[in-house]
């Protein structure tokens, strides 16, 4: 049966029906600017577990699992489901750790970057820039041997084991448990992590992700990749078409509001939302896509990428325990402070630069065509 | 010109069409390329596409053989 939705029309559909399902998430209940974002989601599922008490952003968020389970019931019916794992673990583990903790400085992953500038925050310009040179960096090491080998076909608990776990998660939040006095399962009652659609509008709208971005491929990174690696413009055109329909789902709900400040879960820092986003581009290229593709491909029985969202959700942990994550934008007696990262923010992203540069010089195969 | 083959078997993105690029750029006319998906395999086409070949698609149990003339 041929894809309709991996061919050019596909993928366009695939981003508009992305940005305005976004939208209305927002209308909804969902943060401004954050219809959908994966690592700020991760992040708030790794604080209603108590993995870190950062008590503003903690919430099970339903459109994760949502979007591993809807990739997997897809990918079973169209027969792509296929356990394997076995592709250098622990390094996708350690980038997802890093990706996260890059994209925790700008406070959004590429799925945000996107609606943020269709909501007018011009922060995601810089951003952007950021995670196109973080991508190149990544094309640089691809175009020189850079591989982490390949994966091997494995039984099936290796495939169902990662959506069942999002499975637990979404029944986790349908019902709610205390396991103790003053501990998880937490619930922001302020801040972003208090704001959210309903359940059921938040699984709804992940299952439709899961479906859309399983069956046209869609990845943020993978777009900028195409372009520099290939010339190939395929992807970039769904990324394309979910910035327009998000850019006129803001303007229609009246929350379109251009500018560098007064951002809503947002900061100004410009060289740390640039280097942020590069640690975070170049991870996901060494990994082989964004943290939306990565939860499709999860979903589709690829253990090694569930590893890489595991690592994600623990770099959300880290972050936050230990200070790395950005601090919004706020005014504080009269006076507009810009927010940003603090020295161990600074060091983080330095020294998860470094790591990515070690990864991708030390894990190469020589290139060779075999006549 | 003697085949080619590209075995991108289990290879994660962007890997089998990095390989594909490399050879066509290298000036090969007839490529084998094996892959495990059919993401990979959409992917490889695609490239092939690009650098004016036609592919013919076969399968051996799990594998994806992709057969490239220019």
């Known amino acids: 049966m041929k894809n309709i939705f991996s061919s050019k029309i596909g993928i366009i559909i695939t981003g508009a029906l992305i940005g305005i399902i976004a939208v209305l998430l927002q209308t909804a209940g969902n943060p401004p600017n954050m219809g959908i974002c994966v690592a700020c989601f991760e992040r708030d599922i790794a604080g209603a577990l108590g993995l870190h008490r950062a008590a503003v952003v903690?919430?099970?968020?339903?459109?994760?699992?949502?979007?591993?389970?809807?990739?997997?019931?897809?990918?079973?019916?169209?027969?792509?489901?296929?356990?394997?794992?076995?592709?250098?673990?622990?390094?996708?583990?350690?980038?997802?750790?890093?990706?996260?903790?890059?994209?925790?400085?700008?406070?959004?992953?590429?799925?945000?970057?996107?609606?943020?500038?269709?909501?007018?925050?011009?922060?995601?310009?810089?951003?952007?820039?950021?995670?196109?040179?973080?991508?190149?960096?990544?094309?640089?090491?691809?175009?020189?041997?850079?591989?982490l080998g390949r994966s091997y076909s494995n039984r099936n608990a290796s495939g169902w084991l990662f959506p069942a776990f999002m499975l637990a998660l979404v029944l986790l939040n349908i019902f709610p448990v205390s396991f103790s006095e003053g501990g998880p399962v937490f619930h922001s009652e302020?801040?972003?992590?208090?704001?959210?659609?309903?359940?059921?509008?938040?699984?709804?709208?992940?299952?439709?992700?899961?479906?859309?971005a399983q069956r046209s491929r869609f990845c943020t990174m993978g777009s900028i990749r195409d372009i520099i690696l290939a010339r190939d413009f395929h992807l970039i055109s769904g990324v394309a078409a979910l910035l327009v329909t998000a850019f006129i789902g803001n303007l229609v709900t009246g929350a379109f509001n251009p500018g560098f400040t007064n951002q809503p879960v947002a900061h100004s820092a410009h060289l740390w939302n640039f280097l942020g986003m590069l640690l975070a581009g170049l991870a996901?290229?060494?990994?082989g896509g964004c943290p939306g593709r990565q939860l499709i491909l999860s979903?589709?029985?690829?253990?090694?990428?569930?590893?890489?969202?595991?690592?994600?959700?623990?770099?959300?942990?880290?972050?936050?325990?230990?200070?790395?994550?950005?601090?919004?934008?706020?005014?504080?007696?009269?006076?507009?402070?810009?927010?940003?990262?603090?020295?161990?923010?600074?060091?983080?992203v330095l020294a998860g630069i470094l790591l990515c540069l070690v990864i991708g010089f030390t894990m190469r195969e020589k290139l060779t065509v075999r006549p | 010109?003697?085949?080619?083959?590209?075995?991108?078997?289990?290879?994660?993105?962007?890997?089998?069409?990095?390989?594909?690029?490399?050879?066509?750029?290298?000036?090969?006319?007839?490529?084998?390329?094996?892959?495990?998906?059919?993401?990979?395999?959409?992917?490889?086409?695609?490239?092939?596409g690009t650098g004016k070949f036609t592919a013919e698609v076969s399968r051996n149990g799990d594998d994806i053989i992709i057969t490239a003339v220019k």
């Not at chain 1, 359940?199 to 479906?211: D, H, I, M, T």
Request: proline share 4%; aromatic share 8%; hydrophobic share 50%.
């Open chain 1, 58 to 147: 903690q919430y099970l968020r339903p459109e994760i699992p949502a979007i591993v389970l809807g990739s997997f019931i897809t990918s079973f019916i169209m027969k792509e489901y296929r356990p394997r794992a076995g592709s250098s673990t622990i390094i996708r583990f350690f980038l997802g750790v890093f990706a996260m903790i890059g994209a925790l400085v700008f406070l959004g992953c590429p799925w945000r970057a996107l609606l943020r500038l269709a909501g007018g925050d011009l922060n995601a310009i810089t951003a952007l820039l950021g995670l196109a040179a973080g991508v190149a960096i990544g094309v640089a090491f691809l175009n020189n041997g850079y591989s």
């Open chain 1, 284 to 287: 996901f290229a060494l990994a």
């Open chain 1, 190 to 212: 302020t801040g972003p992590g208090s704001m959210h659609a309903s359940v059921w509008a938040s699984l709804g709208a992940g299952l439709l992700f899961g479906f859309l």
């Open chain 2, 1 to 48: 010109m003697a085949e080619n083959k590209i075995d991108a078997r289990g290879l994660s993105c962007p890997q089998p069409v990095v390989l594909t690029r490399k050879a066509i750029d290298a000036g090969l006319t007839s490529l084998e390329i094996m892959v495990s998906s059919e993401v990979s395999k959409e992917n490889v086409l695609r490239a092939l």
């Open chain 1, 299 to 348: 979903g589709e029985g690829d253990a090694d990428a569930g590893v890489f969202v595991l690592g994600m959700i623990a770099g959300a942990a880290v972050s936050h325990n230990f200070s790395l994550a950005g601090k919004p934008d706020a005014v504080k007696e009269g006076v507009y402070a810009v927010g940003g990262i603090g020295p161990w923010g600074q060091a983080a």
